[in-house]
Protein backbone atom coordinates (compact mmCIF):
# COMPACT_ATOMS: atom_id res chain seq x y z
CA UNK A 1 0.00 0.00 0.00
CA UNK A 2 1.27 3.44 -1.17
CA UNK A 3 0.30 6.21 1.85
CA UNK A 4 0.69 10.16 0.84
CA UNK A 5 0.42 12.46 3.88
CA UNK A 6 -0.69 15.82 3.33
CA UNK A 7 -2.33 19.58 5.65
CA UNK A 8 0.35 20.11 7.01
CA UNK A 9 1.72 24.21 7.60
CA UNK A 10 2.19 26.79 9.92
CA UNK A 11 -0.30 27.70 12.32
CA UNK A 12 -0.17 30.20 15.58
CA UNK A 13 -0.26 28.77 18.91
CA UNK A 14 -3.80 27.58 20.29
CA UNK A 15 -4.55 26.58 16.81
CA UNK A 16 -5.85 23.67 14.80
CA UNK A 17 -5.17 21.64 11.75
CA UNK A 18 -5.90 18.06 10.10
CA UNK A 19 -3.78 15.92 8.62
CA UNK A 20 -4.58 13.29 6.20
CA UNK A 21 -3.22 10.32 4.97
CA UNK A 22 -4.08 9.23 2.19
CA UNK A 23 -3.63 5.31 1.05
CA UNK A 24 -3.67 3.50 -2.53
CA UNK A 25 -2.76 0.11 -3.98
CA UNK A 26 -4.27 -1.96 -0.90
CA UNK A 27 -7.33 -3.30 0.82
CA UNK A 28 -7.06 0.25 3.45
CA UNK A 29 -9.94 -1.69 5.82
CA UNK A 30 -7.54 -4.08 6.96
CA UNK A 31 -4.81 -2.13 7.98
CA UNK A 32 -4.11 -0.43 11.00
CA UNK A 33 -3.25 3.21 10.57
CA UNK A 34 -0.93 5.29 13.01
CA UNK A 35 0.54 8.86 13.25
CA UNK A 36 4.33 9.79 13.74
CA UNK A 37 6.23 12.68 14.44
CA UNK A 38 10.07 13.31 14.40
CA UNK A 39 11.46 16.59 15.47
CA UNK A 40 14.17 17.97 14.21
CA UNK A 41 17.15 16.60 16.36
CA UNK A 42 14.89 13.87 18.06
CA UNK A 43 13.77 10.51 17.45
CA UNK A 44 10.45 9.55 15.67
CA UNK A 45 7.85 9.57 18.78
CA UNK A 46 4.11 7.68 18.06
CA UNK A 47 1.27 10.23 18.25
CA UNK A 48 -1.30 8.17 17.42
CA UNK A 49 -3.19 4.86 16.21
CA UNK A 50 -6.47 3.86 14.16
CA UNK A 51 -7.30 0.05 14.44
CA UNK A 52 -9.16 -1.55 11.20
CA UNK A 53 -12.32 -2.42 11.36
CA UNK A 54 -14.39 -0.80 14.30
CA UNK A 55 -11.28 1.56 14.66
CA UNK A 56 -10.39 1.43 17.94
CA UNK A 57 -8.23 4.35 18.93
CA UNK A 58 -5.22 5.27 21.02
CA UNK A 59 -3.42 7.91 21.77
CA UNK A 60 0.45 9.44 23.12
CA UNK A 61 -0.14 11.03 26.30
CA UNK A 62 1.08 14.24 25.11
CA UNK A 63 -1.73 14.73 22.48
CA UNK A 64 -4.21 12.99 24.33
CA UNK A 65 -7.65 15.60 24.59
CA UNK A 66 -5.87 17.60 22.01
CA UNK A 67 -5.64 15.20 18.86
CA UNK A 68 -8.40 13.25 17.26
CA UNK A 69 -7.79 10.44 15.19
CA UNK A 70 -10.43 9.14 12.53
CA UNK A 71 -10.39 7.15 9.26
CA UNK A 72 -12.94 6.67 6.08
CA UNK A 73 -12.67 3.62 4.61
CA UNK A 74 -14.97 4.82 1.85
CA UNK A 75 -12.33 7.45 0.78
CA UNK A 76 -8.90 5.31 1.77
CA UNK A 77 -7.99 7.98 4.01
CA UNK A 78 -7.26 8.53 8.32
CA UNK A 79 -7.58 11.83 9.83
CA UNK A 80 -5.45 13.56 12.21
CA UNK A 81 -7.54 16.24 13.79
CA UNK A 82 -5.19 18.46 15.61
CA UNK A 83 -6.84 21.16 18.30
CA UNK A 84 -4.92 23.65 20.94
CA UNK A 85 -1.80 23.40 19.16
CA UNK A 86 1.56 23.86 21.11
CA UNK A 87 5.03 25.22 20.03
CA UNK A 88 6.18 21.70 21.18
CA UNK A 89 3.96 20.21 18.34
CA UNK A 90 6.07 21.47 15.25
CA UNK A 91 7.56 18.11 13.69
CA UNK A 92 7.37 16.47 10.77
CA UNK A 93 4.35 14.41 10.57
CA UNK A 94 4.69 10.48 9.37
CA UNK A 95 1.45 8.29 8.38
CA UNK A 96 2.66 4.22 8.96
CA UNK A 97 0.30 0.97 8.38
CA UNK A 98 0.44 -2.46 9.35
CA UNK A 99 -1.70 -5.24 8.53
CA UNK A 100 -3.26 -7.37 11.80
CA UNK A 101 -4.16 -6.30 15.06
CA UNK A 102 -0.90 -5.34 16.93
CA UNK A 103 -1.38 -5.51 20.62
CA UNK A 104 -1.50 -2.09 21.76
CA UNK A 105 2.30 -2.14 23.76
CA UNK A 106 3.46 -2.65 19.44
CA UNK A 107 1.50 0.44 18.51
CA UNK A 108 4.20 3.15 19.16
CA UNK A 109 7.20 0.89 17.71
CA UNK A 110 8.47 2.10 14.35
CA UNK A 111 9.47 -1.93 13.40
CA UNK A 112 5.80 -2.99 13.63
CA UNK A 113 4.59 -1.03 10.84
CA UNK A 114 5.59 -1.88 6.52
CA UNK A 115 4.37 0.71 4.61
CA UNK A 116 4.96 4.61 5.99
CA UNK A 117 4.01 8.28 4.22
CA UNK A 118 6.53 10.72 3.25
CA UNK A 119 6.04 12.62 6.20
CA UNK A 120 3.89 16.34 5.94
CA UNK A 121 5.97 19.53 8.05
CA UNK A 122 4.02 21.38 10.94
CA UNK A 123 5.14 24.52 12.71
CA UNK A 124 3.36 26.05 15.54
CA UNK A 125 4.92 29.24 15.67
CA UNK A 126 3.55 32.93 16.68
Known amino acids: VQLQASGGGLVQPGGSLRLSCAAS????????ISWFRQARGKEREFVAA????????HYAASVRGRFTVSRDNGKNTVYLQMNSLKPEDTAVYYC????????????????????WGQGTQVTVSS
Open 96 to 115: AATGGSPIQSMLPDPGTYDY
Open 50 to 57: IRRSFGGT
Open 25 to 32: GGTFGSYA
